[in-house]
């Protein structure tokens, strides 16, 4: 291992970790904006739900180098654009969050919904301030897995010679290099470790009800 | 739109070593060993953390860490250090293996309902006995879900393995985009896609048949429980929809 | 409150990213939505430099790139991109405007008839046949070809001098080589058409790197395709077959530029390094990058450059 690498090539590794950071979340934030009416809709309608979750699961099997190649021919991109990857890993989020979404609304006890209607709420008050937040801990729980999930795509995408930590794999690939390969994984694991925290975070402050007071 | 299929239409791509159902061997082959030698280690850790009681956090946590492993670091690294052989490829998808098979083994053994257990320790088995009498047919479904999550996972990624030179269909879509031969990556991208599917469809049915009608239900929810706590349904701890991969 | 406590959160987050954006993108050297061959042409006097997938076109690449800057060119060294087959297309578009790259296979790609083998007789072929907008500068007396190469060992069990003394034993033997090698002219198709050699398997291993090495070195093949100026191969003790029918070219080193990029000074300044790459030199680039510390690989240009005088 040479460690001196590391100092030597900062330059290259910031930039590397903070085009992946981009890459992976943007689809997250997009994905999560699409799923939640998707899944509110599945949510409400069985025959939509009958719909969405299957395509959703098989759009989440498709592995990924497939869909990074076959997007070109289907969006008109060239093969090396990154926006292959944005687009890829947003359809991976929504196939995720969607099934996330449409249980955790699906989950809000009819008892509550049905007081907060007693109480005066509209609907549209009523699904931001009532059912969205009950529903918070399973987002979380989906935009987790959405976020390590993609973090760990995104290094897929330097076979299609996109940026990101994955280009210290193949650069350390081609020129016999673990240092490189290795400071890559570490990086990527840390990176996808900060962000589940930050959303675990997240979490606990948009559901103060669940700790006061919880029988978990 | 046909130039794009040429390649699946072309006889001369289904026989022989680079064909494509050689291809799917392979590939299915890859999957296999790295199956085992994630079952070998995931179950039986799930299963005892499950059955103690302990460890579940730290079951969660590595869970996740190795979740965020990219599959292509580790296959380059694995590679270069111990060279061009079976080994690092099961590796490097085994370790993408037990994640699912850990955390589906973990919930499920662990969530087995403790009057069962109960009753089972009252009837004088020992904890052996329990776990593998009791609590692992129970667990089932989510260990199957689990294994399904994997079996997935690992298909998906052996495509990746492409790339460091081993075969299977990711050997289409590597070579494919080396020489931009859009129906070449066309065919791997589509055969890669059915396989995951197939095997998908067969897991499913497969689960339905080994698991026991009582437990077709799958999880433990008392209606109580809907009304005091926050909605969170079993699958919360286990945050693995049945169909994630990669 | 939650709602507001949320949304806080969710603002906060967004600013994360967007800062980090910056981050990655003013250190990135270009924004991580526009990398790569997707960026449309550069502007007009920004040259995008490109390089393929093995570690002497990306020194090179950065040879061409630091001299040009040195005399106040602005230049783009771009991530490498890839093989010729993914590069050529990325130049005719514009997405990348110069590229360092090798007669013979180059001629091979663009004229896949082509019969030229001879280093001059290439490039003649070459600047007649290489496609709008694109041209090629003066070729350098450097040179590096792919070669069929055995170990040591497996050379003096079989007695092999050349190719052709393949041919008797090819049907055992695994070849290993980058993907493209199966179906390039003068890859596993020349060598059968030329020699008469047929293999019983390829293994796309990588494109003249540690994995072919390796391969060779623990048996996985047999026979591999590996450069010229690779010190591996002395490193390793390999045998080089002879090709005494030419079904490797010539293949010397030349600048593949879009024209319009081409103004008088750009070719002046590259036609000057061109004037001073050697074979040696190949070699010698490639051994210091392939050392065991892993020199940065402009680090070793720029010394390139200065030994030179450029």
């Known amino acids: 291992m040479v460690w001196g690498w590391i100092p030597r090539n900062t330059t290259l590794i910031v930039g590397a970790l903070g085009t992946h950071v981009v890459l992976a979340l943007i689809p997250v934030l997009v994905g999560l904006v699409i799923a939640v009416p998707l899944g509110w809709l599945a949510s409400r309608v069985p025959a939509l739900r009958a719909i969405f979750i299957p395509t959703a699961s098989v759009l989440y099997t498709i592995p990924s180098l497939a869909v990074f190649i076959v997007l070109p021919a289907i969006l008109g991109t060239q093969i090396l654009d990154p926006l292959n990857v944005v687009v890829a890993l947003t359809i991976y989020t929504v196939a995720l969050l969607v099934r996330s979404v449409a249980d955790a609304l699906g989950a809000v006890p009819a008892l509550i919904v049905a007081a907060a209607t007693a109480m005066g709420y509209r609907p549209g008050r009523r699904f931001v301030s009532v059912e969205l937040p009950l529903a918070v801990p399973v987002l979380i729980a989906g935009l987790r897995v959405a976020a390590v999930s993609n973090i760990s795509l995104v290094s897929v995408g330097a076979l299609i010679g996109v940026g990101g930590l994955g280009q210290l794999f193949t650069e350390g690939y081609q020129r016999d290099f673990p240092t490189e390969i290795l400071t890559g994984i570490v990086l990527t694991v840390l990176l996808a470790l900060v962000i589940d925290g930050i959303l675990v975070v997240v979490g606990r402050f948009a559901t103060p009800w669940a700790r006061a007071g919880a029988s978990t | 739109m046909t130039l794009l299929f040429s390649y699946l239409f072309d006889p001369a791509h289904w026989s022989g070593p680079g064909g494509i159902p050689a291809r799917v061997g392979e590939h299915l082959f890859y999957s296999v060993l790295a199956l085992a030698l994630g079952a070998i280690v995931a179950v039986p850790l799930g299963a005892f953390i499950g059955h103690t009681h302990r460890g579940g956090f730290l079951v969660v946590g590595t869970a996740n860490g190795m979740r965020a492993l990219p599959e292509l670091g580790l296959l380059t690294l694995l590679v270069l250090l111990i060279g061009i052989n079976l080994l690092p490829v099961t590796i490097a998808l085994a370790v993408l293996a037990v994640p699912p098979l850990l955390a589906g083994t973990y919930s499920g053994v662990r969530n087995v309902d403790a009057g069962a257990v109960d009753a089972a320790r009252g009837m004088g088995m020992r904890e052996w006995q329990i776990l593998t009498k009791v609590e692992l047919p129970n667990a089932l479904p989510l260990v199957l879900g689990g294994f399904r999550a994997a079996a997935l996972q690992v298909i998906a990624t052996a495509a990746v393995a492409a790339y460091v030179s081993f075969g299977g269909l990711g050997r289409l879509l590597i070579d494919g985009l080396k020489t931009l031969d859009y129906s070449q990556m066309a065919a791997g991208a589509i055969m890669v896609a059915v396989l995951a599917l197939v095997v998908e469809g067969l897991l499913a049915l497969v689960q339905r048949a080994v698991v026991s009608p009582g437990l077709r239900g799958g999880g433990r929810r008392s209606p109580t429980a809907e009304i005091t706590r926050t909605a969170v349904p079993a699958r919360a701890d286990n945050p693995e929809p049945a169909g994630v991969t990669s | 409150m939650n709602l507001r406590r949320s949304l806080t959160l969710v603002a906060a987050g967004a600013a994360l990213v967007l800062g980090l954006t910056a981050c990655g993108g003013s250190s990135g050297g270009g924004s991580p939505l526009g990398g790569g061959s997707s960026q449309a042409p550069a502007a007009n006097d920004t040259i995008r430099i490109g390089s393929a997938d093995f570690v002497e076109s990306q020194i090179i690449a950065q040879i061409y790139g630091q001299a040009l800057q040195a005399k106040g060119v602005k230049v783009d060294i771009t991530p490498p991109v890839g093989s010729r087959e993914v590069y050529f297309p990325a130049l005719t578009d514009g997405s990348i405007d110069?590229?360092?790259?090798?007669?013979?296979?180059?001629?091979?790609?663009?004229?896949?008839?082509?019969?030229?083998?001879?280093?001059?007789?290439?490039?003649?072929?070459?600047?007649?046949?290489?496609?709008?907008?694109?041209?090629?500068?003066?070729?350098?007396?450097?040179?590096?070809?792919?070669?069929?190469?055995?170990?040591?060992?497996?050379?003096?069990?079989?007695?092999?001098?050349?190719?052709?003394?393949?041919?008797?034993?090819?049907?055992?033997?695994?070849?290993?080589?980058?993907?493209?090698?199966?179906?390039?002219?003068?890859?596993?198709?020349?060598?059968?058409?030329?020699?008469?050699?047929?293999?019983?398997?390829?293994?796309?291993?990588?494109?003249?790197?540690?994995?072919?090495?390796?391969?060779?070195?623990?048996?996985?093949?047999?026979?591999?395709?590996?450069?010229?100026?690779?010190?591996?191969?002395?490193?390793?003790?390999?045998?080089?077959?002879?090709?005494?029918?030419?079904?490797?070219?010539?293949?010397?080193?030349?600048?593949?530029?879009?024209?319009?990029?081409?103004?008088?000074?750009?070719?002046?300044?590259?036609?000057a390094v061109q004037a001073k790459l050697t074979t040696e030199g190949l070699v010698e680039l490639n051994r210091t990058a392939n050392g065991a510390d892993k020199p940065n690989l402009d680090t070793v240009a720029k010394s390139w450059l200065a030994q030179n005088g450029l």
Request: hydrophobic share 40%; charged share 20%.
């Open chain 3, 98 to 271: 110069l590229i360092p790259d090798y007669t013979g296979t180059l001629l091979q790609y663009i004229n896949k008839q082509a019969t030229e083998t001879d280093s001059e007789a290439v490039y003649a072929a070459l600047q007649k046949t290489v496609p709008a907008p694109l041209t090629v500068l003066n070729k350098a007396a450097a040179e590096d070809k792919d070669a069929v190469v055995v170990t040591s060992g497996f050379a003096q069990q079989h007695n092999l001098k050349s190719i052709a003394d393949l041919a008797p034993i090819a049907g055992t033997m695994a070849f290993g080589g980058p993907s493209e090698f199966q179906t390039r002219p003068d890859g596993i198709p020349g060598i059968e058409k030329t020699y008469g050699v047929k293999f019983k398997s390829f293994s796309a291993l990588d494109t003249g790197g540690p994995v072919t090495v390796k391969g060779l070195n623990d048996n996985t093949v047999q026979a591999a395709d590996l450069f010229t100026t690779d010190p591996s191969i002395e490193a390793n003790r390999f045998v080089v077959l002879e090709d005494p029918k030419n079904n490797f070219a010539a293949q010397n080193v030349v600048p593949l530029i879009n024209s319009g990029k081409a103004t008088d000074q750009v070719k002046q300044i590259l036609n």
